[in-house]
C-alpha cells in the first residue's frame, strides 16, 4: 500500500524559511518519479519540485534558487526547503509519487503572512 505523509508546514513571516518532509511507504524509494506540488486558493495544482525516475531534479522555473528539493534513501523521505518565502508561495503542498499511477499525500498548509 502506497502512502505518502506530509509534515512540516505551517506560518512564517516573508523571508523566512520551512522545510517540508514527506515520508514514502509502499513505493520503491529513489526509482520512480516523486517530489513536490502545490496548489494556492482558487488555482490549479502546480509543480514545485521533483525527482525523476533517473535521479535528477526539476524545478519550476521561478521557484529555483529559492526552494530545493532533496531526499534520504535511508529513510525513504523527501524533503522541500523553502528559503525567502514571499506571500505568493502561500499554498496546499502536496507530496507525489508516480509509481504506475500517481499518488498524493494528504498535503501540508503553508502560510507566509506578516
Known amino acids: 500500500q502506497v502512502r505518502l505523509v506530509e509534515s512540516g508546514g505551517g506560518l512564517v513571516q516573508p523571508g523566512g524559511s520551512l522545510r517540508l518532509s514527506c515520508a514514502v511507504s509502499?513505493?520503491?524509494?529513489?526509482?520512480?518519479?516523486m517530489g513536490w506540488y502545490r496548489q494556492a486558493p482558487g488555482k490549479q495544482r502546480e509543480l514545485v519540485a521533483t525527482f525523476t525516475s533517473g535521479g535528477n531534479t526539476n524545478y519550476a522555473e521561478a521557484l529555483k534558487g529559492r526552494f530545493t528539493i532533496s531526499r534520504d534513501n535511508a529513510k525513504n523521505t523527501v524533503y522541500l526547503q523553502m528559503n525567502s518565502l514571499k506571500v505568493e508561495d502561500t499554498a496546499v503542498y502536496y507530496c507525489n509519487a508516480n509509481y504506475y499511477r500517481a499518488y498524493w499525500g494528504q498535503g501540508t498548509q503553508v502560510t507566509v503572512s506578516s
Open positions: 509502499g513505493v520503491p524509494f529513489s526509482i520512480f518519479p
